[in-house]
Nanobody, 125 residues
């Protein structure tokens, strides 16, 4: 089992920055990858970014490339998402997720077994 707790959401003006944090506990040494997803009102939960736990390899959805940076601190079992140049369309509940499995795709919601409770990010125009 892996437990995930997000923090760092809030209200920010367009063009501003926020940093999200996801603290992991439990079987963290067995994690293969962690990711951020987001869900806006009335929309499906969508992939944002992921990082492989051992190598630190990263991957982003196109809409956040160049603005968001995902990173991890293995010693602290923490994953971060630095969000810069925020836009109103980034408004959503952001969820962190983790998988213990090596999978062909790490962008699919169904490929993650563990989820945090979510943190709200609101970007005003």
């Amino acid at each position: 089992q892996v437990q995930l707790v997000e923090s760092g959401g809030g209200l920010v003006q367009a063009g501003g920055s926020l940093r999200l944090s996801c603290a992991a506990s439990g079987r963290t040494s067995s994690m293969h990858a962690m990711a951020w997803f987001r869900q806006a009102p009335g929309k499906e939960r969508e992939f944002v970014a992921r990082i492989t736990w051992s190598s630190g390899n990263t991957y982003y959805t196109d809409s956040v490339k160049g603005r968001f940076t995902i990173s991890r601190d293995n010693a602290k079992n923490t994953m971060l998402l630095q969000m810069n140049s925020l836009k109103p369309e980034d408004t959503a509940v952001y969820y962190c997720a983790a998988t213990l499995q090596r999978r062909l795709s790490t962008t699919l919601r169904g490929n993650y077994e563990y989820w945090g409770q979510g943190t709200q990010v609101t970007v005003s125009s």
